[in-house]
């Protein structure tokens, strides 16, 4: 015989076992989401590397450098979004492939590598060589620059027989800042005048770290680093620095109920 009691007791059940999957969900999501500060999740900012790059290029200070360099990501930056580096690297090297994205060891450090759409590398590259006598050949570097282009530098039996380029004109692609020499028999795709960034960068990096050493116990919650006033050392956005720090793992990043704390790492 039908007992309507039974039914409600039955609804209850699966309305408490709904809430229970619920919150197992919400807290399986918010460890995901918390395990580095600004992970993303749908619907909470970007979801794929691409956009993520698009996003992290938003803070590169163009004015800053009178919009003359291309926007640099500095490729650990990634790594202070998704905790998955294969991943990183994997989706980054696709890009490469597709020819969207160019790679550059930007010299300071081994493991610290640029990353560069290919559109706006030729136009800013294109653009700074208006007037110069080195045009023609950067030009012509352009056009043999094969896309998609996956190689960080190139040989000199690669430039004199492959690319067909002459010493001389080897000469001018160093001199417009397109190659920088490697070592003897080779040189670097680089990117021209990227030195002023790079120097801005290691002393904002050096700035912004010191004031989460000298915070109480060396470490500062992400939130209040992030609305520091910055000094005449830093001349990126504080944004910019903290995903460097972050990524580059020269900080530890712990989530707390206050939000994200981060704490320095002594080397």
């Known amino acids: 015989m039908f007992n309507p009691a039974h039914k409600g007791i039955e609804r209850n059940d699966m309305n408490r076992k709904r809430a229970l999957i619920s919150d197992a969900f919400k807290v399986k999501r918010f460890r995901n989401e918390t395990q580095k500060f600004g992970a993303v999740s749908k619907g909470n900012g970007p979801t794929d590397i691409r956009s993520t ?3 992290l290029m938003t803070l590169f200070p163009r004015k800053l450098f009178n919009d003359s360099l291309p926007q640099i990501v500095i490729k650990h930056q990634l790594y202070s979004i998704h905790n998955d580096k294969t991943l990183v690297d994997k989706e980054l090297n696709k890009l490469r492939e597709q020819g969207e994205l160019l790679m550059f060891q930007l010299g300071f450090d081994a493991d610290a590598f640029g990353l560069v759409f290919a559109s706006d590398y030729k136009a800013k590259v294109l653009a700074g060589e ?10 012509k ?3 043999k620059l094969p896309s998609p282009c996956t190689e960080l530098s190139f040989s000199k039996d690669k430039m004199l027989k492959e690319f067909r380029f002459t010493d001389s004109e080897i000469t001018q692609l160093v001199k417009s800042g397109v190659l920088t020499v490697r070592d003897a028999g080779s040189w670097w795709l680089s990117i021209p005048n990227s030195g002023k960034f790079t120097k801005y960068f290691i002393q904002g990096r050096k700035a912004v770290l010191n004031m989460v050493k000298k915070s109480k116990y060396s470490e500062v919650l992400k939130t209040e680093l992030e609305e520091r006033r ?3 050392h ?9 995903h460097d720090i972050v990524g580059a793992e020269l900080v530890e990043s712990i989530p707390t109920t206050s939000g994200t704390l981060l704490r320095f790492v002594d080397s």
């Open 53 to 55: 790059l698009e996003t």
């Open 130 to 139: 208006d007037g110069r006598a080195t045009r023609a050949t950067v030009e």
């Open 141 to 143: 570097f352009l056009e």
């Open 230 to 232: 910055t000094t005449s």
């Open 234 to 242: 830093v001349k990126f956005q504080m944004k910019y620095h903290i």
